[in-house]
């Protein structure tokens, strides 16, 4: 396994840290962002390398959202620095995000009830043959890209309006592909999905993985973030507050970092019942 830079700030003070030893794709150093005088982000630091799945949670208002429109060009950061490949960046646009290998899939999915599957994959950057459209060489494409998937979906021709919420969000993921992308931003992907739905997107998720990519996945859901993720980030009031290894750490220290309280109160307290969901 990758050896990783890792700075746990947990509620009881303990710092631990572990050197790296790749540069990553997604870099992100002393990123803050105010919105008049509300402070969304304060000195916030986020890595994601290539073949990695890292988890960002937290709080209602803890800024997981606007730290995800910073890497999709969304937003634009008023202070800190932005590296892919080690490469500082500016991400101005959603079509520059695009152009550095950045693809996002948000909450609402923007995809078009009115349009078969090919035609949501490819929106917007429809292949042409000369004059015409080249439906052939998409709905190709199309199904290379559902394969490396391993989804269910169908056909490629299948009308979204005729697709389960499951296979919906598996034509959102599917299309963060076409184009080749590095990077893949999920926000909340599993929510409002049936526990078989559920285990679908998951398996797309670690596929991306296997592809190659570095995926960035925000979720309330801690089963489907320790199904999935290598590392898990925490952001409270906006700041760091701890990144850990997704395969060591307990429910008790992921949700003490997330509400601020400490282990003995999760595991006693009235948030207890959380650690069993």
């Excluded at 631990?16 to 962002?33: A, C, Q, Y």
């Excluded at 986020?46 to 208002?61: K, P, Q, T």
């Excluded at 592909?177 to 931003?185: D, K, N, Q």
């Amino acid at each position: 396994m990758r050896a990783i830079h890792c700075t746990q700030r947990v509620p009881d003070g303990e710092q631990v840290n572990e050197m790296s030893s790749d540069v990553p794709l997604l870099s992100m150093r002393g990123i803050t962002k105010r919105f008049q005088a509300v402070e969304a982000l304060v000195d916030v630091d986020l890595d994601v390398h290539a073949h990695e799945i890292v988890a960002l949670v937290g709080d209602n208002g803890a800024g997981k959202s606007t730290l995800a429109k910073m890497i999709s060009g969304v937003l634009a950061p008023d202070s800190g620095l932005i590296e892919i490949d080690g490469e500082q960046v500016t991400i101005p646009t959603a079509t520059a995000a695009r152009g550095l290998g950045i693809a996002t899939v948000f909450q609402d999915l923007a995809l078009c009830e009115n349009l078969d599957v090919t035609s949501n994959l490819f929106l917007g950057r429809e292949l042409r043959s000369g004059p015409s459209r080249d439906d052939g060489q998409m709905e190709h494409i199309a199904r290379q890209v559902l394969r490396d998937l391993n989804s269910r979906i169908p056909s490629v021709r299948s009308p979204l309006s005729s697709l389960s919420k499951g296979q919906r969000q598996s034509v959102a993921i599917a299309r963060t592909l076409i184009g080749s992308p590095r990077i893949v931003v999920l926000d909340e992907p599993t929510a409002s999905l049936s526990v078989g739905h559920t285990a679908e997107v998951l398996v797309h998720i670690e596929r991306l993985r296997d592809l190659g990519l570095g995926v960035l996945l925000i979720s309330h859901n801690m089963n489907d973030v320790r199904a999935v993720a290598d590392r898990i980030v925490v952001l409270r009031h906006g700041r760091n507050n701890g990144v850990f290894d997704a395969a060591q750490v307990s429910h008790e220290v992921i949700l003490a970092a997330i509400t601020g309280a400490t282990e003995s109160e999760m595991v006693s307290g009235p948030l207890s019942t959380l650690l069993r969901r």
